[in-house]
């Protein structure tokens, strides 16, 4: 059932690209568009196919840099929320600081990440965790004090200590937010990579994208951005499968 | 008769004052409260559950401060449409009080899965909250506070938000509880008739607030009662005279 659901969202999603692909195949021909400015999409797939290997490597190092950084990101996220949530004065503390953290333009911090952690994998890990932090924290910490207030009373006359509270009541009650949260941040953490490659390093989808960007070499360029996009298709239809898996009690699981 | 909850001069607030000068004693019999909406029904039991301090006065149960009760796991509530835990099937919700603050002794004998079928819920005994009516809920509701056989046992409209026939349903079923183990019961409802039927004495709470006790009603309907008492011209009697208390 899942796993056919997860299937069906990945169709939906391929034919979408498809017909988008066939639009720009025949505007492409119809206009005879130089390929500097729009490449056909037969001529980036041919690209694609001639250079897979080079993109799946390069696929692979970014979507590492993201997924390290989105669960740092995350795992800072949780940790603090449950201290927010635990007590107001240190959530009046830490909130600002996250606002702060969240204002702070990534590509301002992005070259100074790659002055104070080189050139290699550790500032991409970095960005993407920033980049994934905000979301989560916000998502986790409103799910945490969004138990039924009924039920609280009801644990409470019940003898039930804080930390019962939290195991039984207040987590499960947050778990619908973390999916929300998580579903935001994954293509953020993506994102995060790229940008941390593209300020400097000589791996990733995002050196890729910024080589071909300054070589005019544009069917890469498309077909770098799409296996990102695939990335991102499925690591979403993972979290969405994984959410429907997770909450098969809850409204949303439900309806769908 | 043991006094189990003993409220004296107590009084109670948020931002303003909301009850003022109660003095109710229960013991184990039932005590419907009853009262018009915003009257402090549901402040006085917060106040008797330990989840609101008094801001003057004490409150007592079973001998000791509510927070003590609490802790010693003596206290069961039923909420008004209590929405249960909807990641746990109907078992896993009656289990629940069984598995936080496992220092407490319980008196439960009866397990979670007897506590069901009594609720007539063994057919939707792994079903989750979703897939059930209200009424059957409520029901859950009612198993999951019985489970650690509480000798206080609170009720907030358990079922004002049921429709009738569901709600004449619950009041059989709550009178054949009564009927069974004797408990110290406050039930909150602003419905007279059903206070009338479920209750051994009748407590009117309101006025101008802060709210006070405005009268009390001892009903002396014999029991087993069923529903065919409201039919009889005392019970209109009984009725008439709570609802003279609340004009």
């Known amino acids: 059932m899942t796993a056919r659901r997860t299937l069906v969202d990945l169709a939906v999603a391929l034919v979408a690209i498809a017909g988008i692909a066939v639009i720009l195949e025949v505007w492409a021909r119809a206009f005879r568009v130089p390929s500097y400015l729009l490449p056909a999409p037969s001529a980036v797939v041919a690209r694609m196919a001639t250079d897979a290997g080079l993109l799946a490597r390069e696929g692979g190092i970014t979507l590492g840099e993201a997924a390290a950084g989105f669960v740092l990101g995350t795992g800072v996220a949780l940790g603090l929320a449950t201290v927010m949530a635990w007590s107001r004065p240190l959530e009046r503390t830490l909130f600002p600081l996250a606002i702060l953290v969240k204002l702070t333009p990534i590509v301002a911090l992005a070259p100074l990440f790659t002055l104070w952690f080189g050139f290699g994998t550790a500032p991409k890990v970095a960005i993407a965790a920033l980049i994934t932090f905000f979301p989560m924290l916000v998502n986790s910490f409103v799910g945490l004090r969004s138990a039924d207030l009924q039920e609280v009373a009801f644990l409470q006359t019940l003898g039930a200590s804080g930390g019962e509270i939290f195991r039984h009541l207040r987590v499960p009650s947050a778990l619908p937010y973390l999916f929300s949260g998580a579903r935001i941040s994954l293509n953020l953490a993506l994102i995060g990579a790229v940008i941390g490659e593209w300020t400097g390093a000589d791996r990733g989808l995002g050196r890729v994208i910024f080589v071909a960007n300054a070589n005019l070499d544009l069917t890469i360029l498309f077909g770098a951005v799409l296996v990102l996009a695939a990335i991102g298709i499925a690591a979403n239809a993972l979290v969405g499968a994984a959410e429907r898996r997770v909450l098969h009690w809850h409204p949303i699981a439900i309806a769908t | ?247």
């Open chain 2, 1 to 247: 008769m043991s006094v189990a909850i003993a409220l004296h001069r107590v009084s109670a607030g948020y931002k303003s004052p909301v009850l003022d000068d109660i003095n109710l004693e229960v013991g184990n019999e039932v005590v419907a409260v009853v009262g018009r909406s915003g009257s402090g029904k549901t402040t006085l039991l917060r106040l008797i559950a330990g989840l609101l301090e008094p801001t003057a006065g004490t409150v007592d149960l079973l001998g000791v401060a509510p927070a003590v009760a609490r802790r010693r796991k003596r206290i069961g509530f039923v909420a008004q449409d209590a929405r249960l835990h909807p990641w746990r099937t109907v078992r896993e919700n009656v289990t629940l009080p069984l598995e936080v603050n496992r220092t407490a002794r319980t008196n439960g004998h009866i397990g979670p899965d007897e506590w069901v079928a009594r609720m007539g819920l063994s057919d939707a005994i792994d079903a989750y909250p979703h897939q059930l009516s209200g009424g059957m809920r409520q029901r859950v509701a009612l198993a999951r506070s019985l489970v650690i056989d509480p000798e206080v046992l609170l009720m907030d409209e358990p079922l004002a938000s049921l429709d009738e026939l569901t709600r004449e349903d619950l009041r059989d079923e709550l009178l054949r509880l009564w009927e069974g183990r004797a408990r110290s019961v406050i039930y909150v409802t602003h419905d007279i008739e059903e206070a009338v039927l479920l209750a051994d004495r009748v407590v009117v709470i309101g006025g101008t607030r802060p709210g006070r006790v405005r009268g009390e009603v001892r009903i002396t309907l014999a029991r087993p009662r069923t529903k065919a008492l409201r039919r009889e011209p005392r019970f209109h009697d009984l009725v008439e005279e709570v609802r003279g208390h609340l004009q």
